[in-house]
Structure formats: C-alpha cells, structure tokens
C-alpha cells in the first residue's frame, strides 16, 4: 500500500511512510556508500530503521513534516527518502534532508525533490528559512544545496564533526 502523497515532480513521488516500511528504511542504509556520511557512519540494523521510522512518524504528527518515502512516478520504485523536518525545536529551525539508494545516483533526484520541497515548504508556511548541513567530504550533496540556491552559512559541530551547513529562505526561491 502506497502512503499518503505528500508532494509529486515530474519524476517523483513523497509519500508518508506505513508502519511496515522498515525494509525500505534497511534498504536504503544498508551499504557503506550510503551511511558513510551519516552519524556512526555504519550500515543501519533493522531495530535503528525501526526507530528512525517510528520517529517520522511521531514528526510528521507533531510538526507537520518530516522525512518521507521518495518513489518513482513511472514504476512506483523506492528511490529513497528525503523531507524537512524540525531540527531545533527552540529556535523553530527545519532541516533538509535526503538520501538516496546508490543505484539512483547520479540521475538528477537529489537536485530534482530539494528543490520542490523547499518550495512545499515555504507554500505551507511552516517557517521563513530552513537549513541543511553535510558531513565536510560531502561534495555531491554540498553542490545540490548549491544548486537548489541553499547559500552557505557558518558550519556547526555535528556528531564530533565540523559541518559545512547552508541556509535558504523563502525570498530567496
């Protein structure tokens, strides 16, 4: 069963993630190439997915956002995840996010599903600027926040590292 719709692009769909969709999360971080720049840096166990998963959902229904199932419009295939969701609830500030299974690299769905929820985002009006931060060595990330318009902003320490971080705001699309 395909979750809630959230947002579509012309190749894309987010959708709200079901209960049963630890095999996806699992899936998505399941290799070194997609957990190398994310805390620990070690592929996810199926209890870690379990976890993540239960925390969108609470998220979404406290917030009103946050990180979704990215599928394919034409075959409905699991692409992988992305949203924004609340990052400091103190200071009211969202962060993007994304990532995507290794064998979607490189077509263009990063820059494609940033740049459309930025614009959902500031649509809901769920806050003036979000921001986004990537592990230093990063590079392919650091360019779609560049290239969605994110401008860079002084970097923070992130799980013991130092973080290029950028900031987009909603006069800024």
Not at 7 to 34: C, Q, Y
Request: net charge neutral; aromatic share 12%; with cysteine.
């Amino acid at each position: 069963m395909v979750g809630t719709l959230i947002l579509e692009t012309s190749r894309l769909r987010l959708v709200m993630w079901n209960a049963s969709d630890a095999g996806f999360v699992r899936k998505l971080h399941s290799t070194i190439g997609t957990t190398r720049y994310m805390s620990g840096g070690a592929p996810w166990s199926i209890e870690k997915c379990e976890e993540r998963l239960a925390s969108w959902f609470k998220e979404n229904a406290q917030d009103g956002t946050t990180k979704y199932k990215l599928l394919s419009r034409d075959d409905g295939r699991f692409i992988g995840r992305a949203g924004i969701s609340m990052h400091d609830r103190d200071a009211n500030e969202f962060e993007l996010g994304y990532a995507l299974c290794e064998e979607e690299w490189g077509k263009g769905y990063a820059t494609e599903v940033a740049s459309a929820l930025a614009i959902w985002f500031f649509d809901k009006g769920f806050a003036t600027r979000f921001i986004a931060f990537t592990h230093p060595e990063n590079f392919a990330s650091q360019h779609v926040l560049k290239k969605i318009g994110m401008r860079p902003v002084a970097p923070r320490l992130i799980d013991g590292f130092v973080a290029p971080t950028f900031e987009l705001g909603a006069t800024d699309i």
